[in-house]
């Protein structure tokens, strides 16, 4: 099994040998920004590396909204950015499932997904699996409970999008933990990557605040045992630089009974 962290764009597999990671997740650009990818030197070496590669998409994307100012750009950064994951070897490009404002219709946010997917198809499609993330927060939130992931995947089931389990934005978002995998697979089919992150929030606190494994409001035992079920691939979103992240992969390699694969 891969485990890995979520690290700083500069050198990710510098960052990767720091905590013997053997996946990374980064970003391509300012999480906070409208800016498309530029193109990296490093991205020939990022192909080539045994180090798995996933890329999170900008957090201001929202293809969700029924704002045209946010969503029609939303879709453009989003296809670019899946573009320029291809091309540093990505197997997946996280975003986040986005929301409605308060007063909209969800319905139209889940048909606005949908629409996002069908555009990208008229140029051939994303360059790489979107996997599309469960958040923490929101009443008006595409992703946050299984409710509206249902109705989400409702809407975009017939193209080929992965999901990715955020256990930090589970507990947060107000969702049990306990048997949570076999209930997203029941709508998804599958989970294709773990954010395996302990929660500084209370359960059902909407706060998408991160915590270390060993700390925050989640027995650690059950961020191991949605590991155990999804089977997939891991990325830790953890505090504490390279000693927090590589205390939180040694902690689940402990638990799980894996080793790091041989370069």
Request: some cysteine; glycine content about 12%.
């Amino acid at each position: 099994m891969r485990i890995g962290a979520h690290v700083d764009s500069t050198d990710p597999l510098a960052e990767a040998a720091a905590r013997e990671a053997d996946a990374v997740q980064f970003f391509l650009s300012d999480p906070q920004g409208w800016k498309a990818p530029a193109p990296r030197e490093d991205a020939e070496r990022l192909r080539d590396a045994e180090t798995e590669i996933y890329v999170h998409a900008p957090y201001v994307i929202n293809v969700a909204t029924l704002n045209n100012r946010i969503r029609i750009p939303s879709r453009k950064l989003l296809l670019s950015h899946a573009t320029a994951a291809a091309t540093v070897g990505a197997k997946g490009l996280i975003v986040h499932g986005g929301h409605v404002n308060a007063g909209d219709d969800l319905a139209v946010g889940f048909d606005n997904w949908r629409k996002t997917f069908a555009y990208a198809a008229e140029s051939g499609g994303f360059a790489v699996p979107v996997l599309i993330e469960n958040t923490a927060g929101g009443d008006n939130a595409c992703a946050r409970r299984l409710d509206a992931l249902a109705r989400l995947w409702d809407a975009v089931g017939e193209f080929e999008v992965g999901f990715c389990l955020d256990t930090c934005h589970a507990h947060a978002g107000g969702e049990e933990l306990l048997g949570l995998v076999d209930r997203v697979k029941a709508i998804t089919g599958r989970i294709d990557l773990v954010h395996a992150n302990n929660s500084k929030g209370a359960f059902g606190s909407g706060q998408d605040r991160h915590d270390n494994l060993g700390g925050g409001t989640i027995d650690p035992e059950l961020v191991v045992a949605v590991i155990r079920a999804a089977g997939a691939p891991v990325i830790v979103e953890t505090p504490g630089g390279a000693t927090g992240q590589a205390a939180d992969i040694a902690f689940l390699r402990e638990q799980l009974g894996t080793e790091r694969p041989a370069a």
